[in-house]
């Protein structure tokens, strides 16, 4: 899949990350499905080693205030019990806002420091 996108995969790379900690809920879990086929897909296009799989784990930070494992125990000691659907849509907003963001700097560390991430 990734090799067909070519180039334009570095956007997919952190919505799969993202994607992936808003259903699971774990940033370890995450990186574990996809880490290793973010590698070989970079490695595939000629990216970095490390680019694809560290966007990949940031963007799963950048998902994981609207997993609803972390909205739940996030409001279980405050007045939003019983209303963790307000809290996650409250945050998606910024969540996609700052997952835009990655996106921008992940298409700019590609494009004007290829080498940044080698090792």
Do not use: D
Request: proline residues 7%.
């Amino acid at each position: 899949m990734g090799s067909r996108i070519g180039p334009a995969f570095i956007i997919v790379a952190p919505l799969l990350g993202f994607i992936g900690v808003a259903l699971s809920g774990s940033n370890t879990s995450t990186n574990a499905m996809f880490g290793k086929f973010q590698a070989l897909v970079g490695q595939l296009l000629g990216f970095p080693p490390l680019l694809l799989p560290t966007v990949n784990s940031v963007g799963a930070e950048i998902g994981k205030p609207i997993a609803p494992q972390t909205a739940s125990v996030g409001v279980s000691t405050t007045r939003f019990v019983r209303n963790e659907g307000a809290v996650i849509r409250h945050n998606f907003f910024w969540c996609v806002v700052v997952l835009c963001y990655l996106i921008v700097v992940s298409v700019a560390c590609y494009l004007f420091f290829p080498g940044i991430a080698i090792l």
